[in-house]
């Protein structure tokens, strides 16, 4: 009752559904640049596609922070946690619920984005692959991210210092993918952070998919075991702290 | 059971508008900065206006003993994206004295200029293979010198092939003659029929969220 409530509160108002419309126009923005743009039109179609999905990822990340970052908080600075916590049933599950429901929002917006992913692959082998690892990658970190937004919402217990504290962590997540250089990837500060980050590995993993042309699974085992394992560790982290929440509002 | 839940939904206000509009405003506040950078990372460039040569074809260079032909055409039109084969042959006449310089080689090499910028251009883009080494060239014989090109961006190009002879370091490298290369634009506005997606797909959005905020618009009274 608690996600359908979630997910229809978010979608019966325009302020919800503005993310999956804004997510579109970067979408056909980038997607159109892609294709037609002069010098961008002679990139290699696997680029293209990598450069796409990279996109796609970065935002359904920065969806599922900041819409779950203020997802308990916000609950605690309206006064209603108290009255949610009446319901009959457990702390978790309402913590659940509410992670699924930023899950099926990030769902929204992948299947939002297959077609970019099937029109800039046209005329490759790459679609299938763009849009299988495309989900598979952003479902595990938006899963992972949105229970340690959960988390630090809870804890911080006021959405602003919540969604900066998340914002911080997603563009540390980010950076390497983003804003680093190829020689600065390859020196050993660069590898060592691009090792433990799972945001590099998946694409990383995405960058020898579509760029290299390594579709199997076997091949990307690694990429794709780092990723499981963050988001193992976050669900470990969610299931310790949402064990119960505690009806005090924030000094 | 059901009489707790619904005084649970009676009682409670369960969405605040004014806190969803804060966080709403920070979502689409990172939207765009996402989108900013995003489109930074890809970039754009100027459009180039199209000079055509004027100068005449200089004749094949010969320095010591290597003379450079070049093959291909003396103006070559083109469209940007495509490839383009670069041809020349390189021979060492009959000159040589030195009995150690027969079987010396060296490096052959393509140099494009962009005429209108004036500028080197870097071929990192433009060609997989910028250096031949050829280990050695008997005198009185050919060799084929072969470039793939892809043609990056439009403009108005020169291309010279050059050959730096191992034995000789110092000594400037041996020059073909010019070829002139006159790159189109190309032009697609809807390439891969990208344009319905890209304009169909926020158009259906739009209309999808927007028959639902009316429905509820007019459930709650809103819209009458």
């Known amino acids: ?251 | 059971m059901k009489a707790v839940l619904s005084k649970w939904n009676e009682s409670s206000v369960y969405w605040n508008y004014s806190k969803v509009n804060k966080v709403c405003m920070c979502s689409l506040a990172l939207v765009f900065v996402l989108a900013c950078i995003t489109t930074s990372l890809l970039g754009t460039a100027a459009w180039g206006n199209q000079i055509l040569p004027s100068g005449s074809e200089s004749p094949p260079s010969i320095q010591d003993d290597i003379k450079i032909d070049m093959i291909s055409s003396r103006t070559v039109h083109a469209i940007a994206g495509q490839f383009i084969k670069i041809e020349g042959i390189i021979t060492k006449l009959n000159q040589s004295t030195s009995s150690n310089e027969t079987n010396r080689g060296g490096i052959a090499y393509i140099s494009i200029v962009d005429v209108k910028d004036r500028v080197p251009v870097d071929l990192e883009d433009w060609s997989a293979e910028k250096g031949l080494y050829i280990p050695s060239i008997e005198s009185g014989k050919s060799l084929p010198l072969e470039w793939n090109v892809r043609l990056v961006k439009s403009g108005l190009y020169t291309i010279t092939i050059l050959f730096n002879k191992d034995s000789a370091p110092y000594s400037p490298p041996v020059t073909s003659s010019k070829t002139f290369l006159v790159v189109a634009p190309k032009l697609n506005l809807n390439p891969g029929n990208i344009l319905p997606v890209a304009f169909g797909v926020p158009a259906i959005l739009i209309g999808i969220f927007g028959t639902l905020n009316y429905m509820r618009g007019r459930k709650v009274g809103v819209y009458r």
């Not at chain 1, 039109?41 to 450069?51: A, H, I, K, N, P």
């Open chain 1, 1 to 251: 009752m608690l996600y359908r409530h979630e997910i229809v509160c978010c979608f019966y108002s325009w302020r919800g559904s503005a993310w999956i419309i804004a997510a579109s126009l970067i979408f056909s923005l980038i997607a159109y640049l892609l294709l037609t743009d002069k010098e961008l039109s002679l990139l290699d179609q696997g680029e293209m596609v990598f450069t796409l999905g990279e996109v796609i990822i970065a935002m359904g990340i920065a969806m599922s922070a900041v819409s779950a970052s203020s997802i308990i908080s916000s609950e605690i600075e309206t006064g209603t946690l108290e009255s949610l916590l009446l319901t009959p049933i457990t702390h978790r599950q309402i913590a659940l619920q509410k992670m699924f429901s930023i899950v099926t929002i990030w769902a929204i917006l992948y299947s939002v984005s297959i077609p970019y992913l099937v029109v800039v692959a046209s005329g490759t082998n790459l679609a299938l692959s763009a849009v299988l690892y495309v989900g598979v990658y952003g479902t595990l970190l938006v899963t992972a991210i949105s229970m340690i937004s959960i988390v630090i919402s809870w804890r911080l217990k006021s959405s602003k210092n919540s969604i900066m504290t998340m914002l911080m962590i997603v563009l540390i997540l980010l950076a390497p993918s983003l804003f680093f250089g190829t020689s600065l990837k390859k020196t050993d500060f660069g590898l060592a952070i691009e090792n433990i980050n799972p945001v590099s590995h998946a694409m990383n993993s995405l960058d020898s998919v579509l760029v290299d042309n390594e579709q199997t699974l076997v091949q990307q085992i690694s990429h794709i075991w780092a990723v499981i394992a963050f988001t193992l560790i976050c669900t470990f982290i969610f299931i310790a702290f949402t064990r119960k929440f505690e009806v005090k509002s924030a000094e």
